[in-house]
């Protein structure tokens, strides 16, 4: 079974704060995701990674920045938190589409639930 | 753009009721729709997947059917549990989109009164 882990399921930080938020898959998937989820929004994708040292934006890329050094892990940064990035944060991992797409679903990890005050 | 839409937002049946989630999206260009399962504070699971040149996919007492022409898809849950209480989202996957990206509803708050 795919596995994908993220380092804190709760985290207070205080504004001005610089956040680090830790994703690892253990299924040697090339495509990471980040992910945020807010009520009535649904699920918003911040920044994805479809290899190691190589990111794209998502549709909220602002405040945030990624970094992926290895192939299983893609960490999401807040330089500088602010209230409004109080959030639940997803971690998603595939595997590149080869061939047919259709099949293709992403894994998803916990959830690490932020708060900045 | 490709927008997906749920509603309701929150649903509550009693205990054994057979019940009907709905999904719209605006745009017919995707490979697939999945539907996952989200219990409260956790991640993603996935449910169904549903390949763009199929019209259902079943797993127990869960269907889901898919209409691409109208841009609809809904999710049948047959006798109904109390474990069924979570939050269901309906996800399409677009085409000329890359890296596997998924475009997600905002998700029906399902809750099952025992």
Known sequence: DVKVTQSSRYLVK???EKVFLECVQD????NMF???QDP???LRLIYFSYDVKMKEKGDIPEGYSVSREKKERFSLILESASTNQTSMYLCASSLPSVGDPSTDTQYFGP???LTVL | KQEVTQIPAALSVPEGENLVLNCSFTDSAIYNLQW???????????????QSSQREQTSGRLNASLDKSSGRSTLYIAASQPGDSATYLCAVSPMYSSASKIIFGSGTRLSIRP
């Open chain 1, 40 to 42: 009535g929004l649904g």
């Open chain 1, 14 to 16: 205080r504004t001005g």
């Open chain 2, 36 to 50: 996952f399962r989200q219990d409260p504070g956790k991640g993603l699971t996935s449910l169904l997947l549903i």
């Open chain 1, 27 to 30: 299924m040697d998937h090339e």
């Open chain 1, 34 to 36: 980040w992910y945020r």
């Open chain 1, 111 to 113: 959830g690490t639930r």
